[in-house]
Nanobody, 124 residues
């Protein structure tokens, strides 16, 4: 069974830092673009960041640009999200996801595999 599982969430003070990881099982995701989305209470799931399969292309939501960094180590976990200067508005459940292509994607419909999310509630 193909799975993505997020980890690293938790409670952090506003202005603090946190790193999320996304582990894969069932297949390798090194050939696919990956992304992070978040869903705050009562809101729709929103794009945060995406990275191509090679890691050479990244794209961020304006709200996190300059504070968050998406990167990958295909030999270990397929994708990470380093978050700095966290804001209370960043409190949400964070989901990692994989596309079916090597390129980046900024909409949910571009992704075919999703992590379950609940383990990675980030609160600040």
């Amino acid at each position: 069974q193909v799975q993505l599982v997020e980890s690293g969430g938790g409670l952090v003070q506003a202005g603090g830092s946190l790193r999320l990881s996304c582990a894969a099982s069932g297949r390798t995701f090194s050939s696919y673009g990956m992304g992070w989305f978040r869903q705050a209470p009562g809101k729709e799931r929103a794009f945060v960041a995406t990275i191509s399969s090679s890691g050479g292309s990244t794209y961020y939501a304006e709200s996190v640009k300059g504070r968050f960094t998406i990167f990958r180590d295909n030999a270990k976990n397929p994708v990470y999200l380093q978050m700095k200067r966290l804001l209370p508005a960043g409190t949400a459940v964070y989901y990692c996801a994989a596309t079916r292509y090597a390129t980046i994607a900024i909409v949910t419909t571009g992704y075919t595999t999703w992590g379950p999310g609940p383990q990675d509630t980030v609160s600040s």
